[in-house]
């Protein structure tokens, strides 16, 4: 019963240079989550996304950034034109649709480390 | 928005000594609360959550966490730290009532010395 996968676990781009990163959920958890982590910083939450569906993209940087959850397939963070301020951790976590909204426990995976060189 | 506020960055403590991480809550609403461990290098790991009901939640590899509504707070205790607690402990709640992500405190790094 895997986990949540995440991959690449280290992805080392150059400025300008595009990122992908990608989330595939927990078997039968229906919800994304994106968060950021930079150095001796916590978590900032990203985006919160269903399949087809971006449900809140508050935390969402206005530019470059995007996020999708495609019908098939993991959910994909993509930042485009990347600058060395996005060098950092990113996390993706998943639940499944509860009955019992708040309540629901996130489930993280290990984490993409993107270092912009 | 509701949000969690961790006293201290920074614990170290004895093994065998006491574990005690401090989490405080903004809202007057009774919320639901969790705590997350990470070792590093790795994800976020689920140490325990106050949904309803007992006020003192146990939780995995020992710890546990008292909800306390007049004081606002959800603190992380273990009786006697392990060499391997060693990690960064986040606590966190949803922003308001129904949502379903989570907003997390700025975490503190516990050391345990031997």
């Known amino acids: 019963n895997a986990g949540v996968m995440q991959n690449p676990r280290h992805l080392v781009r150059r400025r300008g240079q595009e990122a992908r990163l990608r989330c595939s959920p927990m078997?039968?958890?229906?919800?994304v989550y994106w968060y950021r982590q930079l150095p001796e910083e916590g978590l900032k939450f990203m985006v919160y996304l269903q399949k087809e569906n971006i449900i809140d993209e508050s935390g969402m940087p206005k530019e470059r950034f995007s996020a999708e959850f495609p019908k098939e397939g993991p959910s994909i963070l993509r930042i485009q034109q990347v600058v060395r301020g996005d060098s950092a951790a990113y996390f993706c976590?998943?639940?499944?649709?509860?009955?019992?909204?708040?309540?629901?426990?996130?489930?993280f995976g290990a984490g993409s480390r993107l270092t912009v060189l | 928005a509701q949000s969690v506020t961790q006293l201290g960055s920074h614990v170290s403590v004895s093994e065998g000594a006491l574990v005690l991480l401090r989490c405080n809550y903004s809202s007057s609403v009774p919320p639901y609360l969790f705590w997350y461990v990470q070792y590093p290098n790795q994800g976020l790991q689920l140490l325990l959550k106050?949904?309803?009901?007992?006020?003192l939640v146990k939780g995995i590899n020992g710890f546990e966490a008292e909800f306390k509504k007049s004081e606002t707070s959800f603190h992380l205790t273990k009786p006697s730290a392990h060499m391997s607690d060693a990690a960064e402990y986040f606590c966190a709640v949803p922003p308001h009532q129904g949502a379903q992500k989570l907003v997390f405190g700025q975490g503190t790094r516990l050391t345990i010395n031997p």
């Open positions: 976590a998943s639940s499944p649709l509860g009955r019992n909204s708040g309540a629901n426990v996130l489930t």
């Open positions: 078997k039968g958890h229906s919800h």
């Open positions: 106050y949904t309803t009901g007992a006020t």
